[in-house]
Nanobody, 124 residues
């Protein structure tokens, strides 16, 4: 079993940056592909970024490509989302997710574990 805890959210002005972290419990973190998703009020959950088990492969949603970077540290059981050039439309609750299948995360349908989310608010 994996427990995920996100941190790093907050309020930032448009054009600014935030760094989200997701800490995972358990000794099998490196067995899981990881992903970041977000959900804004009144909107469906949106795929943001995914990273495979080793960290060698990453994939991004079109709306964040070139601005966000996902990375992981398997020694520290953490996955990070560096968010630059933030826009008001990036405002949402951000969740990290873990799944044994990278393909499942990339297609936006992880069925493994989810964190509780962290709020990101970007003011104009």
């Amino acid at each position: 079993q994996v427990q995920l805890v996100e941190s790093g959210g907050g309020l930032v002005q448009a054009g600014g940056s935030l760094r989200l972290s997701c800490a995972a419990s358990g000794r099998t973190f490196s067995s899981y592909a990881m992903g970041w998703f977000r959900q804004a009020p009144g909107k469906e959950r949106e795929f943001v970024a995914a990273i495979n088990r080793s960290g060698a492969s990453t994939y991004y949603g079109d709306s964040v490509k070139g601005r966000f970077t996902i990375s992981r540290d398997n020694a520290k059981n953490t996955v990070t989302l560096q968010m630059n050039s933030l826009k008001p439309e990036d405002t949402a609750i951000y969740y990290c997710a873990a799944d044994l299948s990278y393909g499942t995360v990339v297609t936006g349908r992880p069925t493994g574990y989810w964190g509780q989310g962290t709020q990101v608010t970007v003011s104009s």
